[in-house]
Structure formats: C-alpha cells, structure tokens
C-alpha cells in the first residue's frame, strides 16, 4: 500500500519537476530564484514554455529590474484570468525592446494593450458569439482603439451592432460583426477621427448595410482615401451619401475628380505643367509659340507650312501653326521652310530659319 502511494506521489510530482526543469535550463544561471518562480507560475497558467523563457531572457538581456521582469509577468497573469490572450501583451514588450523604448515605458504600453482587451471583452458578452467569435471581436476592437477610436464611439457603434444582429442567426451576426469591425478599423488607422466613423458606420447599420456591403464599404474607402482626397474627406461624403440611401456600389461617384497633383487637366484646353494640352484643348493663337517642355498634344490645329518644334522637342500631330515662316528659338527645331507663295527664310515672310542652339 505504501509502496502504491509513493508511486502516485512520484506520478503527481513528474509535472512540477519538468517545469522546474525547463525554467533552469532556459534562464541564465544567474537569474533570481523570484523570477524563476514567476516564470514557472505563468507556465502553470497555460502559457507556453518557450514563450515564458524567451520574453524573460529578453526582459533580463534589456537591462530590466527583477522588480520590472516580475511586473511583466502579472500582466500575463493577469490577462490569462481575464481570458485575455496574452500574445499582443507579449508582442508588445518585443516591440518596445526592440525600439530601444525604456522598460518602464515598455510596461505601461503592455498594460495599455490588457486594458484595451479587457474592455473589448466587455462588449461582446452581449452579442451573438461562440468562444472563439467573440476572442477574434476582442482582438479586432482592441485593433480599432489601438488606432486611435475612443471608448465611448467603439460603445456606440456595439450598441448600434447589438440592436442589428439582435434578431439575426449566429452566422449572421458573426459575419456582419466582422466586416462592420474590419471596415471601422480601416477607417481608424487611416486617421479619421472617432466621431466621423461613427457617423459613416451607423448610417450604414441603419440603412441595413448587410456584411457584404460592409465589406465593400471598407474597400471603396481605402480605395478613395489613397488619392486625391484625404480619408477625413471621403468618410464625411460617404456618410452624408449613405444618409441619402447610396449604397457601397455608388459612393465613389460622390466624389468628383479632383486635379491631379503633378499637374494638368482633363479635357477641356488648360496646359498641363509638364508641356502640352490636354486631348481637346484649344490651339494657341497664330504664331504662338507650343508650350515648354515638348509638344502639344493631338486635338489643336494643324501647324502651317514652315511650322517650327517647340522648345525641346517637336510639335505633336495636329498642333497650332506658327506665323508664317515663324520659327522657334529652342533647341531641335527644323531649319524654316518657305512660307506659301513667298521667298525663302530670310524674305519678306520672316528672317531665316532658326539654327539649334
């Protein structure tokens, strides 16, 4: 019997020896016996080995306190009680360490990352979700407030999503949750503010924008807030289309084009910064001289008998004539021919045909 209850004791204590073991073997010898045990306390928690012996050995390599490793620690405790996954707590630390950010900053930032999941948490208790829906919505909201929504706009646009999923299946739900999460997100790292997301956001949940549209939201959106617009821009046209009933297949007519940034027009005759105008501007006046920079392009008048190069190039096909026997000064431009019915350059019809310089 003895012998029976020596095994068991041997049996139960086999896990406890192998922990002990692991954290000896993956520290340095000279690591505190109180950061050992706290190590060994996280691993009992549920958190992989290797990831408790790499992020101490890093904490430990950058010159934190044993105080400040310990701390680093509870934060993990702390988060697998709240049922907070603890990788964007970690990856934060390897963040910080690896821009050279103090330890104790480095701290506050981890904690400000818990806090942010521990918030997201509270708002999917009471949305249609299984286990693992409502830890990838935590991670999406703590994503959005990352990037810089506030709490009280994240809790109006949950409520908005509780209230529009309340009497929709699981799948669902789950599906407009998402996309409504993703497209938020997007709208927050492109740096609109709280207020104006929300405002695009519920428009589009009150309108009964389902996850498909949702997602095209997002996308159209990103599209838009690349060019000439800012994304502050798009999302106050968006949410007063969106007010007005356009759907995500129709916003980006909303917003008209705008001149590009390297210069020039669309048709209408203006010269673009570059040299040339555009296909249907009108032609410069008789004996005007093209545009700097090469050419203009097709859709002006035809060049006259004797029609010189604009400076630094050729005229394109169909450009403006020059006065008779006119030639330009810059460099690439033809020797003049005659003008019609008189004398060579150097005539009556004009001095003679220009040289390249």
Partial sequence: ?????????????????????????????????KIKESARQLIQLGVEPDTV??????????????????????????????????????????????????????????E???????????????????????????????ECMAAGMDKSSMNQIIEVL????????????????????ETTRTMARSGVNSKAIVEVMNSALKRNYNSGQMEKLGNTFLAQARGSY????????????????????????????RIPSDGGFAG?????????????????????????????????APPGAGGASSSGGGIGAASAPPAAGGMSTGTGGAPGGPAPGGPPGGGPGGPPGGEKK
């Fill in 1 to 33: 019997m003895k012998g029976l209850l020596w095994a068991l004791c041997f049996v139960c204590f086999i896990p406890f020896l192998s922990l002990a073991d692991e954290v000896d073997k993956g520290l340095p010898s000279d690591t505190s016996s």
């Fill in 53 to 110: 012996i790499k992020m101490t050995k890093s904490m430990i390599s950058d010159s934190f306190t044993e105080q400040q490793i310990i701390s680093g620690h509870e934060l993990l405790v702390k988060a697998k009680n709240q049922n907070i996954d603890e990788e964007s707590i970690i990856n934060k630390l390897h963040e910080g360490i690896a821009k050279n950010v103090e330890a104790g900053n480095i701290l506050q930032a981890m």
């Fill in 230 to 257: 800012s994304a502050s821009e798009v999302a106050m046209v968006y949410s007063d289309a969106i007010k007005n009933g356009a759907t995500p297949d129709k916003l980006k007519n909303y917003l008209p084009s």
């Fill in 162 to 181: 509780q209230q529009k999923t309340k009497n929709a299946s699981r799948d669902e739900a789950s599906k407009l949750n998402e996309k409504t999460l």
């Fill in 268 to 300: 209408g005759g203006a010269p673009l910064a570059g040299g040339g105008i555009a296909s249907g501007g009108a032609p410069p006046g008789p004996g005007g001289a093209p545009s700097a920079g090469g050419g203009i392009a097709s859709g002006s």
């Fill in 112 to 142: 400000k990352v818990r806090a942010r999941y521990e918030l997201a948490n509270t708002y999917t208790q009471g949305m249609k979700t299984d286990e693992e829906q409502s830890k990838a919505m935590a991670r999406q909201m703590a």
